[in-house]
Structure formats: C-alpha cells, structure tokens
C-alpha cells in the first residue's frame, strides 16, 4: 500500500503543480514591477551649463529617485506575487487544500480527478463543506480512483507500475468487473494471455492455468478450496476429491459426471479431469456449491469467484 500512495502522490503532486502554475502565470500578467520612478524620463530638457557643484547635488537627487522608483517597483512586484499565489494555494504550497481544489477543476472529467478527489476527501475532509464533499464523492470511490491511476501510469508508459495498481483496484472492490477487463487490457500489452482466476480479489498462480472444456470452465481444485478455506480429501483408490466448508461437502469423481453435495446426487455438464498431474474442476459448479459467487468476465477471459 506504501507504493500506492507514493505512485499516487507523484502525480497528484505532478496535476498539482501544473495547474497552479498556469493560473499563477494569467493571474500575474505583466505586472512585474520593474518601475523606474518619476524622474527616469526618457527625454531631458536641455539643461545651462551648471557648477560641479551643483552637477554633483543633480547626479545625488537622480539616484535617490531611481533607488525610489525601484522600491516601489519591486514592491509592487512582491505583492502581486504574495497576492496570486495565496488566493491559489492558501499557506499549504502546491500541493495544499486550494491548490487540489484548483487542479481538480481543471480535470474533474478527466481520470486524475478521481485520483485528486479521492485526496481531498481523506486529507482535507474536515474543510470541506456539505456540498463540496457530494460532489467530490459523486466522481470518486476508491476502486475507480485507483482505475484512473492505473489509466495514467499506462499513459506514461509504465505498464508495471499500471498493473500493480490495478489489482489493487480490484481488492478495493472484487465485484467490479470492469476491474477485472482493465487489468487484462494491461495484460495483453505485457503479452500475458489466458484465462485468468481470482477469489475474493486475489490471482490465483498455479502451475496448470484455468482450461476451457465443453462451454465450462475448469480450474485447479486446490485455487478454489484453499483461497475459500475448505477442508480437502483426496481419494486415490475412488479418484476423488471432497472439499468441505461451513457445512457443506462437494464430492467429486475424475472423468465421471455424477458428483455430490451432502450425499445429494448432482449430474455435472463436464467431468473433473486431471491436467498435467493437477486436478480441475467445474468452477461454477464447486463455487456455487460451497456458497460462493462466480463471474465470468469476457474480454479478460478471467474467471471470478467471490464470498458474498
């Protein structure tokens, strides 16, 4: 999680910045105080010829009003300097409560405002009104933000950095399936392909990937019964395994379409097999069996199962 919010800082801070930047810069204009005083004229009357004296007196009152002018100039230069950057960013830098206000203005529709929103509403929560806090809310939860992020990385070229956050847009929320779709899209750019396997949010990395058989798809017993927590027995002699959780048994045979959920008889679409010495099994079928939801995400071919 450290990662994540290191990752998320850079480019908040990276929005941040840009923004103020480019509205200190309009704000500001040309005034930048560089005025030179009453007496700097471009054009002087000819003046009669004058003592040393007095050509010295003349030469000390010219600076003083130059020295004047530049004060005043500079001055006014540091106020409309002081003045924009306060209205912008209050006392708390770029990366302060205005400054996010700004930036977030400035991307609300675009997928970093998630990302800014979702700062605002946890760091500067205590400041912001009724109002501004529906609608910041109204274009952030946590799993899009985290999406969006995941969107930007990609953007910059880092697909790594990409999918590390997209997982973990997908505990945020392990029933989105859009989740699921953009981490394969992230995938496929890596030319990582097949079928995937999540329960409860977390991939599943077996030796013998998730197979398609008859419209159904099989998936390593041992995936579904240890990231559900379910007693398993295998038996050699019969060639099948028993997976128990919370009251409930799930007896099933290799090759064979009779299967069992306490001792009741159930007629399976596609017999469990054994695939390069792992077992699989129907995943639909055990999941639901054992009180799960199971998902089928199309264009990530990612097999999702989930407790409710």
């Known amino acids: ?72 100039g500079n001055e006014k230069g540091k106020e409309s300097v002081t003045s924009v950057t306060y209205d912008t960013y209050g006392n708390k830098g770029h990366n302060g409560y205005k400054g ?18 979702g700062l605002l509403l946890t760091k500067y929560n205590t400041e912001l009104t009724p109002q501004k806090k529906a609608e910041l809310e109204a274009i952030q939860d946590k799993d899009a933000a985290l999406t969006a992020l995941a969107e930007m990385l990609n953007q910059q070229g880092s697909v790594t950095d990409a999918v590390y956050v997209q997982k973990e847009a997908i ?28 329960v409860n949010g977390e991939e599943s990395a077996t030796e013998v990937a998730p197979v398609l058989k008859a419209g159904n798809t099989l998936v390593p017993f041992k995936a579904i019964a240890e990231a559900l927590q379910a007693e398993v027995i295998w038996n050699a002699k019969e060639r099948s395994v028993s997976m128990t959780r919370e009251g409930t048994t799930v007896k099933l045979f290799i090759d ?3 299967a069992y959920v306490n001792g009741q ?41 989930y407790e409710e």
């Open 256 to 258: 064979k379409k009779t």
């Open 1 to 72: 999680m450290k990662k994540i919010l290191s990752i998320l800082a850079s480019c908040v801070l990276a929005v941040s910045m840009m923004s103020g930047a480019a509205l200190a810069k309009s704000e500001n204009g040309n005034g930048k105080g560089n005025g030179n005083g009453n007496g700097n004229s471009n054009k002087e009357a000819v003046a009669p010829a004058a003592t040393p004296a007095a050509d010295k007196a003349k030469d000390k009152d010219k600076e003083k009003g130059n020295d004047k002018g530049n004060e005043k």
């Open 100 to 117: 996010l206000l700004n930036a977030i203005e400035n991307v609300k529709d675009k997928p970093a405002g998630a990302v800014i929103a």
């Open 171 to 198: 505990l945020a929320n392990v029933k989105n399936l859009n989740s699921y779709k953009k981490l394969g899209e992230l995938y496929a750019q890596t030319g990582q392909k097949g079928i995937k396997l999540y």
């Open 265 to 305: 008889e159930v007629i399976l679409q596609v017999t469990p097999a054994i695939v390069k010495g792992t077992t699989v099994v129907p995943a639909r079928f055990v999941s639901e069996a054992l009180k799960a939801t199971v998902k089928w995400e199309p264009v990530s071919q990612s097999v999702v199962i």
